[in-house]
T-cell receptor, first 115, second 110 residues
Framework: KAGVTQTPRYLIKTRGQQVTLSCSPI?????VSWYQQTPGQGLQFLFE???????NKGNFPGRFSGRQFSNSRSEMNVSTLELGDSALYLC??????????????FGPGTRLTVL | QKEVEQDPGPLSVPEGAIVSLNCTYS??????FMWYRQYSRKGPELLMY????GNKEDGRFTAQVDKSSKYISLFIRDSQPSDSATYLC??????????FGAGTTVTVRA
C-alpha cells in the first residue's frame, strides 16, 4: 500500500496570506490527524477528522481549520499567516480513531516558511 | 506543566554504546506509552508501545515504564549509525489526543 502523502512538501508564504495543505491517507484509513512540529514546541496536535467529521481538536486558534472529504483525503487551512506559523505540518492516518489500537502512520510533512 | 516532558538532548554516542532515553509524564491515569522514531526529513514512525508497567523488548530496543515514578524509558543496545534519529515519546490521553515529548536527537558515531 502507498503511504501517507502530503502536498506540497515545501511552501513559502508571507505574513497575512493564507495557505492550504493537502493530505492523502493510506487507502482504507478513515482517520486523518494533523500536527504542527516546531523546534521549540515539539509535535503538537491540531485536529483529527474521522468520516468527514472533526472528532478532536487541539489548542490552536481558529485561524487553523481543516476538513475531510468523502474519500478520506484531508486539507488543512491556515488563514492570516503569522511568523510563528513556520513549522513542519504533519498528517497522520489510521484505520479508526487515533489511539492505542489504531496505529497512526505519518506522512513526510509540509515545511511551511512564513516570511 | 506539559503532559509529557522529554530532554531534547542532543545525544551523541559511539557505535555499539547503549542509548538511554527518558520521558516523564504528569497524568497518573495514562495507561499506554509509545515511542516514535523520526529520521531527518521524514515523518515519525511508531517504534514500540507498552501498556502499564514493566519492560518490553523488541530486538535491540527495550521500552520500560515505571508508573509509580511516572517515568518511561527507551534503551537501544548495540547502537548503530542507522539508529541516528530523533526519538519521541508519546502518550494517548483519555480523549484520544496523543501528547508527544519534545523528542531527543540521537547521533551514533561510526
Amino acid at each position: 500500500k502507498a503511504g501517507v502523502t502530503q502536498t506540497p512538501r515545501y511552501l513559502i508564504k508571507t505574513r497575512g496570506q493564507q495557505v492550504t495543505l493537502s493530505c492523502s491517507p493510506i487507502s482504507g484509513h478513515r482517520s486523518v490527524s494533523w500536527y504542527q512540529q516546531t523546534p521549540g514546541q515539539g509535535l503538537q496536535f491540531l485536529f483529527e477528522y474521522f468520516s468527514e467529521t472533526q472528532r478532536n481538536k487541539g489548542n490552536f486558534p481558529g485561524r487553523f481549520s481543516g476538513r475531510q472529504f468523502s474519500n478520506s483525503r484531508s486539507e488543512m487551512n491556515v488563514s492570516t499567516l503569522e511568523l510563528g506559523d513556520s513549522a513542519l505540518y504533519l498528517c497522520a492516518s489510521s484505520e479508526g480513531l487515533a489511539g492505542v489500537t489504531d496505529t497512526q502512520y505519518f506522512g513526510p510533512g509540509t515545511r511551511l516558511t512564513v516570511l | 506543566q506539559k503532559e509529557v516532558e522529554q530532554d531534547p538532548g542532543p545525544l551523541s554516542v559511539p557505535e555499539g554504546a547503549i542509548v538511554s532515553l527518558n520521558c516523564t509524564y504528569s497524568n497518573s491515569a495514562f495507561q499506554y506509552f509509545m515511542w516514535y522514531r523520526q529520521y531527518s526529513r521524514k515523518g515519525p514512525e511508531l517504534l514500540m508501545y507498552t501498556y502499564s508497567s514493566g519492560n518490553k523488548e523488541d530486538g535491540r530496543f527495550t521500552a520500560q515504564v515505571d508508573k509509580s515514578s511516572k517515568y518511561i524509558s527507551l534503551f537501544i543496545r548495540d547502537s548503530q549509525p542507522s539508529d541516528s534519529a530523533t526519538y519521541l515519546c508519546a502518550i494517548p490521553g483519555g480523549d484520544y489526543k496523543l501528547s508527544f515529548g519534545a523528542g531527543t536527537t540521537v547521533t551514533v558515531r561510526a
